[in-house]
């Protein structure tokens, strides 16, 4: 079953009795407001006034539940997981720890290669570029050798993005602190690293260990490589709300609107293909983090990604 994704923008007080969320607005004229627990899968907390308990704090991470908090600008700044999420987890934290790096360059490699390809199929799909400009991007897909050695995901990426928004806004840099759409970008892949950090505690590893990414600060570094393949299902969410609002990113004053969040909080719940068959993003990505798993004690070699 699909975990709900639940978005707090109001002041509240939520608590937890008979195993349900309870919401207790502060405006007082809005009815109290429940939710099972057991039915959830990520909250995000993003108002001054909103206070949770700690019962419920417990109940949400026993459950598995990823729970962001948002700071001033309302963006997501903090992530709390459940530590212990699966009954061999020593053992799997073992085998994570011990990977060779030659397979995490494979392992890279083929992370990589189901980036491109879906980044290639998202705006061939959109009629974005030329069939000989697809032949390019092919090309650089074919090209990945074992831990992109090269940085064949660098060049791919700057062609990717000079490309997709180019129907919208000229001279479109892609940057966590750049201009409009990126508030949206970055919005969309903070819920996406939730996702994927929450699948990869449910299938016993530790979301610190990366298989390319390794900066020392980063707590969520496999998180980070797991969930690149998946980046371009955030960018097609936003590619749809960019032209549902052209007026105004021409002026650049597309904002966190209520009505944008609330499209944005829909990315664990669309649609992705594995191997031919549709399953909802968050339902995909148990089965990737599930073949990570295999491929690092060895009874897999490919990692399951979905493509576009």
Not at 108 to 120: D, E, G, L, S, Y
Request: aromatic fraction near 8%.
């Amino acid at each position: 079953m699909i975990k709900r994704t639940l978005y707090f923008g109001n002041n509240a007080y939520l608590h937890i009795k008979n195993k349900q969320l309870i919401v207790d607005f502060a405006d007082e004229d809005r009815p109290q407001a429940s939710v099972p627990v057991e039915d959830i899968g990520v909250v995000i907390l993003d108002a001054y006034r909103l206070t949770i308990s700690q019962n419920l704090i417990t109940a949400l991470l026993e459950n598995n539940v990823a729970l962001i908090t948002c700071d001033h600008r309302h963006m997501p700044v903090g992530l709390m997981l459940n530590l212990e999420s699966h009954h061999v987890q020593q053992e799997r934290f073992s085998v994570q720890i011990a990977a060779s790096l030659p397979l995490k360059k494979q392992l890279w490699q083929q992370t990589v290669k189901a980036k491109i390809r879906n980044q290639a199929s998202l705006l061939a799909s959109n009629t974005i570029i030329s069939s000989n400009e697809l032949l390019k991007m092919n090309y650089w897909e074919n090209a990945v050798k074992s831990g992109d050695s090269e940085n064949v995901e660098g060049r791919a990426a700057a062609f990717y993005w000079s490309k997709l928004f180019s129907g919208f806004t000229e001279n479109f840099k892609r940057g966590r602190f750049e201009p409009e759409p990126n508030n949206l970008l970055n919005y969309g892949y903070a819920i996406l690293r939730a996702v994927t950090a929450r699948s990869l505690v449910a299938s016993g590893l530790l979301p610190t260990f990366g298989i390319h990414h390794r900066n020392r600060y980063n707590a969520y570094a496999l998180a980070d490589d797991i969930m690149e393949p998946y980046r371009p299902y955030v960018d097609d969410v936003v590619f749809e709300l960019l032209e549902k609002n052209i007026d105004k990113i021409e002026d650049f004053e597309l904002e966190l609107t209520p009505g944008v969040k609330k499209e944005l909080l829909k990315i664990p719940a669309i649609d992705v293909k594995i191997k031919g068959e549709s399953s909802p993003l968050m339902i995909a990505m148990q089965r990737t983090t599930a073949s990570l798993y295999a491929c690092l004690e060895g009874s897999k070699k490919k990692l399951i990604y979905p493509e576009i």
